[in-house]
């Protein structure tokens, strides 16, 4: 079993920064991926930004040049550093894990206000 818990989400102004961390608990091994997604109101849930074991990072266009992954083996870990936010990326942050199965955390919120 797999838990991930998510923290950092918050409310800020448009230009403003936010770092997001995931702490993931259990049945965890450093060579599968994690990343981050996000679902705002009425839409579908998309990726974000995703890092694999070897440290390979993907981001969604939308996202380039502004949010930054990292992730701490160590301490099972990712985190996601967002710069330069924008009111449409106001959403509900998920946290995932890719194994045999895929984990999701609950969430942790963030609004971006003009």
């Known amino acids: 079993q797999v838990r991930l818990v998510e923290s950092g989400g918050g409310l800020v102004q448009a230009g403003g920064s936010l770092r997001l961390s995931c702490v993931a608990s259990?049945?965890?091994?450093?060579?599968?991926?994690m990343g981050w997604y996000r679902q705002a109101p009425g839409k579908q849930r998309e990726l974000v930004a995703t890092?694999?074991?070897?440290?390979?990072?993907n981001y969604a266009d939308s996202v380039k040049g502004r949010f930054t992954i990292s992730r701490d083996n160590a301490k099972n870990t990712v985190y996601l550093q967002m710069n330069s936010l924008k009111p449409e990326d106001t959403a509900v942050y998920y946290c995932?894990?890719?194994?045999?199965?895929?984990?999701w955390g609950q969430g942790t919120q963030v609004t971006v206000s003009s």
């Open positions: 995932r894990y890719s194994a045999s199965f895929v984990y």
């Open positions: 890092m694999t074991s070897g440290r390979i990072s």
């Open positions: 259990g049945s965890i091994s450093s060579l599968n991926a």
